[in-house]
């Protein structure tokens, strides 16, 4: 079966630098790559994601890379800002199905 | 639009007792997905339903979990004679119909926190 791997495990960052997170599939049907955001005690919320299709794609601060070639993918988060702060974790599917997910990288943005 | 909506929010019980949780997902969706995330882990898929059918169930333990999607009315998780390992946040998500642009995507709900004593 599928199996996500996510690194780091966590990011300090100062504020305004960019922070990068990176993760690694194993199936090659997987087409399919949420990236969600989860704060303390909170749901985990879907911040972007991309289909095998497209190779990148932008949403304001974060951006999301593709290589299928390679298996894997990775949230880019420019001009961070303490607010995003928080547990990220990708998620990789074959679609209709459901999300394998990475072991998450907490994220610490320094004032 | 409400989003999915997970009750209750926070659940005791003590070993050896049931836990029903509930799920509604979001307007329009008919797809429900469960998932279990133990303190400070990642998240871990469970089952995946439709109305009135199980798709996937690989993820959930054989014994003491069942799970269904009635005709109508809510989703259900229901843990039998639960055990301290049963602690953790149960999260469900649903996906919209299948002809629906990005049916693939998945929300969350606000999770039930189940302690087990």
């Known amino acids: 079966g599928e199996n996500v791997e996510q690194h780091p495990s966590t990011l300090s960052v100062q504020e305004g630098d960019s922070a990068v997170i990176k993760c690694t599939y194993s199936d090659s049907a997987s087409n399919y790559f949420p990236w969600y955001k989860q704060e303390l005690g909170k749901r985990p919320q879907l911040i972007i994601d991309?289909?095998?299709?497209?190779g990148e794609k932008k949403d304001q601060r974060i951006a999301v890379t593709l290589n299928k070639t390679a298996k894997h993918f990775s949230l880019h988060i420019t001009e961070t800002q303490p607010e995003d702060s928080a547990v990220y974790f990708c998620a990789a599917s074959t679609g209709f199905q459901k999300l394998v997910f990475g072991t998450g990288t907490r994220l610490l943005v320094s004032p | 639009n409400a989003g999915v909506m997970q009750n209750p929010r926070h659940l005791v019980r003590r070993r050896g007792q049931e836990a029903r949780l509930r799920c509604s997902p979001m307007?329009?969706?008919?797809?429900v997905y469960w998932y279990r995330q133990l303190p400070e882990e990642g998240l871990k898929f469970m089952v995946y339903?439709?109305?009135?059918?199980?798709?996937?169930e690989s993820g959930m333990p054989k014994e003491r979990f069942s799970a269904e999607f009635p005709k109508e009315g809510p989703s259900i998780l229901r843990i039998q004679q639960v055990v301290r390992g049963d602690s953790a946040a149960y999260f469900c998500?649903?996906?919209?119909?299948?002809?629906?642009?990005?049916?693939?995507?998945?929300?969350f709900g606000p999770g039930t926190r189940l302690t087990v004593l």
């Open positions: 998500a649903s996906s919209p119909q299948l002809n629906r642009v990005e049916r693939d995507t998945q929300y």
């Open positions: 307007k329009g969706h008919s797809h």
């Open positions: 339903l439709q109305k009135e059918n199980i798709i996937d």
């Open positions: 991309i289909r095998s299709n497209v």
